[in-house]
């Protein structure tokens, strides 16, 4: 089996969004997007609501980004703290039913291999370490293809998680915890950034059949005539 890599560093997830969806929507080959940081920013799913999600006035007084992409899950507020990981594939590719929980299920197994973090695991729909969570992910399935992202947090800044509500709807486990009591960091499991990169390639050298491309290679796509969703919001 053969995959795509894409690694990047300090991209804007809002460029790292549009070359997914185009990815998603145009190509038929497997990819994985590695990701080192971002420029701050607050992405909803595309079902999420601003209002209810988010507090407005804070955001806005510090003009944060406000982008709402083209799959499902929850909001997340995005740094340069924050890693990265993409998978894209044809669903032939794999043994599995291209269903949301055996996705789930096969990016749980892979990110624990690969990372080799200690209790890291999948508890309901969250990646956590032991009883925190530590990643979320979004999925977004086609006819013959489908997505699955994630965004781990190597670091936070306590300021940011008071731009999010309490949202709604919760994981039992996270048991009415704050943010700042229900998540945890990888920094005390990797010695930098570089690490998680270096660690997801190793593995995926091991199951795959690896081939490299840069971001300005990948342009072109974007400029094809595909169905967009990705978006920012308006105050």
């Keep these: 089996m053969s995959i795509n890599v894409l690694l990047l560093k300090n991209t804007p997830i809002y460029k790292q969004l549009e070359i997914e969806e185009a990815l998603l929507r145009t190509d038929h080959q497997n990819w994985c997007i590695l990701n080192q940081g971002s420029s701050k920013a607050i992405v909803l799913g595309i079902s999420g609501k601003k209002e209810e999600l988010i507090d407005l ?55 624990k291999n690969a990372l ?10 969250d990646y956590a370490l032991g009883d925190k969570k530590c990643a979320g992910n979004a999925q977004y399935l086609k006819k013959d293809r489908w997505l699955h992202h994630t965004t781990f947090l190597y670091d936070f800044k306590p300021s940011n998680m008071e731009l999010l509500l309490y949202p709604k709807k919760v994981p039992v486990y ?19 950034k570089k690490a998680f990169e270096e660690r997801m390639i190793s593995y995926l050298k091991g199951v795959f059949e690896v081939k490299f491309h840069t971001y300005e290679s990948l342009l072109p796509i974007l400029e ?12």
Excluded: M
């Design 57 to 111: 006035k804070t955001a806005k007084s510090q003009n944060v980004l406000l982008i709402k992409r083209f799959s499902g899950g929850g909001t997340v507020v995005v740094d340069e703290d924050t890693l990265f990981s993409s998978f894209i594939f044809q669903q032939e590719t794999l043994d599995f039913p291209p269903y949301p929980e055996y996705i789930l299920r096969w990016t749980a197994e892979f990110y």
């Design 116 to 125: 080799k973090i200690p209790k890291f695991s999948l508890v309901e729909h």
């Design 174 to 192: 996270r048991e009415g915890r704050s943010h700042l009591d229900f998540l945890c960091t990888l920094k005390e499991h990797l010695s930098n």
């Design 224 to 235: 094809k005539d595909y169905r967009k969703t990705l978006t920012t919001l308006d105050y």
